[in-house]
């Protein structure tokens, strides 16, 4: 790297740009960057923060020393958040303005910053914009990207105690002062604003800044400023720039939690399609990276605009997902309790009660009808009944009824999500394994039909002896009525319809129309194929012979002893929709 | 929690520290180049049983992810294990001929050499038949991860254990030395896990897959817990509790979010189902040095002779990390 020019013949030529660089770790890649900017044309100030130790700051220092266009500033102590980074880049921003009068722009970088773009790009590009600052500043009251709560408290209030090492007296501090309202009064004249602390401002609008009669005043105010890195120059450039683009040329990403994302080896078609000037942070050792961005490239694309977007989609979709993460999933780093999500499956679908015993294969049907995959009932005590009698579902999802029972969340999460992109629908009963009931009422993604009372069907059709159809039917009927209260309960999120099997005898088109097109049937409007209802001859009977009996059937409804034949279709009637 | 759990759980760790070092006695060194670590080192932990078939890939493997040093415990192997890693200078070997029951399956042992020398490092806990998986694995080193996570102040990473299984009879996968276990055994369980939490250590427990599915269909709660905490930025204050499955401190098991978001995690693919598999359960039944009376491996000695497959129609063929990533068995969290 020594092609570096003769630093007073660069100095002549006017409006290049100054780079101040404040650096703390990572000092062998500062090193690479800075001797980098410097064969560029561009001259260096360097800030090596105070915390580092003295031997290696010497070594790092004496590494670049051959360069005439490298210069160190006064060291201050810098911990994030505090006053120290300001310090730091004013220093060394007056020592590059006074050493060096032919810059026109500074531009403030750290050390883990890597330039994307040739050196001579970002010098036309700011020659052709010379009156423009390009920092990121705005009113507290429209960034979104505030961490931890402190928004226009940073301005009113004191923070003489660390964020990083006295957590627990700087959140007491802040209690405090909220509780007494203690505010501190803001300068006269100044308007708070914050931004990305990586900016690149004018010689005009830094002098004015730096040489400000007030300064003492501001800076005095700053230093008790909670992170004033990101709000020092935000606000004061406001108070002198001509022009300012609120935008930093730099390109950085930050999580949810306000750090900065960081760029490895396998960004580097990311970062080179972004075609901003630079980029931060890049991990120590990404040796691509630095290579590939340092080395001499020819392909100037001058003018061109930078333009993140892409790179803002990958980033904005980490966000994402740590804070929200994919619907429906449970797995290792994923466990939401009820209250934290909205919905507990992945998807929409539908469980019907009752329509199987009322319509000979009412499976078959729906599936044809709709396109959906209708399961028989998955919770059947046996075992899961598959759609097409399978054993087994995708992702080698098993039928067993005991692995089932041993966790039905864990089953039925599994196979919305194991199936998504497919719609899904099972029956559902009295009958079966009773413990996912209250799981599938809270899900708003359920769709939940019943035909109460239809359990009696196949009773009233067995061969069994009455007294113990009277048992099974006494049983059945407690736990479906508990299941009605259950999903009529204010709490319950599904979606429910509920009819009693002698009001759905009498109408069964518009319920059956109802699920279809919920279900999102392939022809809307007209049924070319009804299912047929089984044989009701004798039902009446069998509730009397219960009644007879002494049990009292009620959740179908009243029939009477002679059930005429039913006719399918009839007209329409309205449905008792629930929710 | 309360004041009095906490108290509990400390005194638990204690115990756990204790027993560790009670039973660093039954350790032997056989080759010590622990002065070669340096502060930065990655560790990698180990114990073993007559695994030299397996060690030649599995050095290849943790090598190229950028681990720096091994601390491998040999439980009275007699397939050359020591003779074949005399001389590499990024291995320490201890031997002993103790129970590895007793030693609660060897985590006392390998608790002890991690508080002597994890100390302040990465270390990750594996078996020698477990390849451990993370986002951008293929791109990345694990010591961009382990940055990442010191950046991010997280302690302790989950990986979960995958198994891995060939299509056909498990007899029929013959592993030759060297080879990469996956070129063999590459199918696995996409989506039948179940998960609880495990209320005294706050640990997520998992179960399921084909062992669950295959040889615990009668007995699910006996099927072996998957939820592992392999990679943790080790104190010498630290202990594993059972297994890989939880540590003390609790805090180090929370390796999940409840607010609905996901944090970044990886997968250890677990390829124990080779031809090798039929030898080693017969021997572990034998010696009864496992968890519950070795259950598993009578559930798997048996199973096998009337099922030899685990592969089933719905198996998927592993990919890649981001298969898995997909399919909703890691995550990259908000490691981009």
């Not at chain 1, 899961?384 to 054993?391: I, N, R, S, V």
């Not at chain 1, 009804?530 to 009620?554: A, I, T, W």
Request: glycine share 6%; proline share 6%; with cysteine.
């Amino acid at each position: 790297m020594s092609a570096s020019p003769a630093p007073g013949q660069q100095d002549l030529n006017s409006g290049t740009v100054g780079i101040v660089m404040l650096v703390h770790t990572a000092l062998d890649r500062a090193a690479q960057v800075a001797r980098h900017w410097a064969a560029g044309g561009c001259p260096v100030v360097i800030h090596v923060d105070r915390k580092v130790p003295q031997a290696a700051y010497r070594g790092f220092r004496d590494g670049l020393a051959q360069d005439q266009l490298i210069s160190f500033s006064t060291r201050h102590r810098c911990e994030w958040g505090t006053w120290g980074i300001v310090a730091a880049s004013q220093s060394a921003s007056e020592q590059m303005l006074h050493q060096h009068p032919g810059v026109r722009h500074v531009y403030l970088a750290s050390g883990s910053c890597l330039p994307l773009r040739p050196v001579q790009d970002l010098v036309d590009y700011l020659a052709a914009r010379p009156e423009t600052d390009f920092i990121e500043s705005a009113t507290t009251a429209d960034v979104p990207w505030i961490v931890g709560g402190l928004d226009v408290e940073r301005f009113t209030l004191r923070f003489p105690f660390s964020w990083k090492r006295h957590r627990y007296l700087f959140d007491r501090y802040v209690t405090l002062q909220r509780k007494l309202g203690i505010k501190r009064r803001i300068p006269p004249g100044l308007v708070p604003h914050m931004g990305s602390q990586w900016w690149c401002l004018t010689r005009k609008t830094l002098s004015a800044i730096l040489e400000d009669p007030e300064r003492i005043t501001h800076d005095r105010y700053f230093q008790k400023v909670w992170i004033p890195d990101e709000s020092y120059y935000q606000t004061l450039a406001r108070q002198h720039s001509a022009k300012i683009e609120s935008r930093s040329l730099t390109l950085s990403k930050f999580d949810f939690e306000g750090k900065p994302h960081i760029f490895y080896d396998d960004h580097l078609q990311l970062l080179r399609r972004s075609d901003c000037f630079v980029a931060r942070k890049i991990w120590p050792s990404a040796e691509r990276l630095y290579q590939t961005f340092l080395s001499e490239r020819g392909d100037a694309m001058t003018g061109v605009e930078p333009n993140p977007v892409k790179i803002d989609r990958v980033f904005a979709k980490a966000v994402e997902r740590r804070t929200r993460g994919r619907e429906g999933l449970y797995m290792q780093s994923r466990y939401p309790g009820q209250t934290a999500i909205n919905a507990v499956t992945a998807s929409p679908y539908s469980v019907f009660q009752g329509f199987a015993e009322l319509f000979e294969d009412f499976d078959g049907w729906l599936a044809r009808m709709t396109g959906a995959r209708v399961h028989g009932h998955l919770f059947a005590p046996e075992r899961a009944e598959f759609a097409g009698g399978e054993t087994m579902l995708n992702g080698a999802l098993s039928d067993s009824a005991r692995l089932r029972n041993y966790n039905p969340q864990s089953f039925l999460t599994n196979l919305i999500w194991n199936t998504r992109g497919e719609r899904q629908g099972f029956q559902f009963g009295p009958a079966d394994h009773q413990k996912i009931a209250r799981l599938i009422a809270t899900d708003p993604n359920a769709q939940v039909s019943v035909i109460s009372g239809a359990w009696a069907v196949p009773l009233s059709r067995s061969k069994r002896s009455f007294s113990e159809l009277r048992r099974i039917a006494a049983r059945l009927q407690r736990i479906e009525a508990g299941q009605l209260k259950m999903l009529r309960e204010r709490s319950t999120k599904a979606r429910v319809r509920i009819w009693t099997m002698a009001e759905f005898v009498e109408a069964p088109m518009e319920p059956l129309q109802t699920i279809l097109e919920e279900m999102g049937a392939k022809t809307p409007g007209h049924l070319n194929e009804v299912p047929s209802m089984v044989d009701l001859e004798g039902f009446g009977q069998f509730l009397q012979n219960l009644k007879n009996q002494g049990m009292h059937p009620y959740l179908m409804g009243d029939f009477p002893v002679e059930q005429e034949p039913v006719t399918m279709p009839k007209p329409p009637r309205r449905p008792y929709l629930v929710r | 929690m309360g004041l009095w759990q906490s108290y509990r759980m400390r005194l638990r760790r204690k115990r756990r520290l204790i027993r560790a070092l009670r039973k660093s006695r039954e350790l032997t060194a056989v080759q010590d180049n622990t002065k070669a670590i340096r502060p930065q080192d990655i560790l990698l932990v180990s114990t073993m049983r007559n695994e030299q078939i397996r060690l030649p890939y599995f050095l290849e493997y943790y090598r190229n992810l950028g681990v720096d040093h091994f601390l491998f415990v040999d439980n009275g192997s007699q397939d050359g294990t020591a003779e074949y890693l005399r001389g590499m200078s990024d291995v320490s070997l201890w031997r002993t001929e103790a129970s590895y029951r007793h030693a609660g399956f060897g985590i006392d042992w390998m608790n002890y050499l991690k508080r002597r020398y994890a100390h302040g490092h990465w270390v990750l806990v594996v078996d020698p038949d477990e390849l451990f998986i993370y986002p951008f694995c293929d791109t990345r080193p694990i010591r961009a991860l382990t940055d990442w996570l010191d950046n991010s102040a997280i302690r302790s990473f989950s990986a979960m254990l995958v198994d891995v299984y060939p299509k056909g009879r498990v007899s029929d996968a013959v592993y030759q030395v060297g080879q990469d276990p996956l070129e063999i055994a590459n199918w696995f369980d996409s989506g039948n896990y179940t998960i609880s939490k495990n209320p005294t250590y706050g640990n997520l427990w998992i179960q399921g897959g084909p062992r669950a599915r295959l040889f615990f269909a009668d007995t699910p709660k006996k099927a072996p817990a998957l939820n592992k905490i392999p990679l943790v930025k080790w104190d010498r204050r630290y202990a594993y509790v059972s297994s890989t499955h939880a540590l003390l401190p609790r805090g180090l098991n929370r390796v999940y979010e409840t607010g609905g978001g996901e944090k970044a995690c990886g997968a250890l693919l677990h390829t124990k189902f080779l031809d090798t598999f039929g030898t080693k359960a017969r021997e572990e039944m034998s010696r009864n040095q496992h968890y519950a009376q070795s259950a598993e491996y009578k559930a798997y000695a048996e199973a096998l002779d009337n099922h030899p497959e685990l592969w089933c129609k719905w198996s998927e063929r592993y990919i890649n990390w981001r298969q898995l990533e997909i399919l909703g068995l890691m995550s990259k969290g908000n490691w981009a």
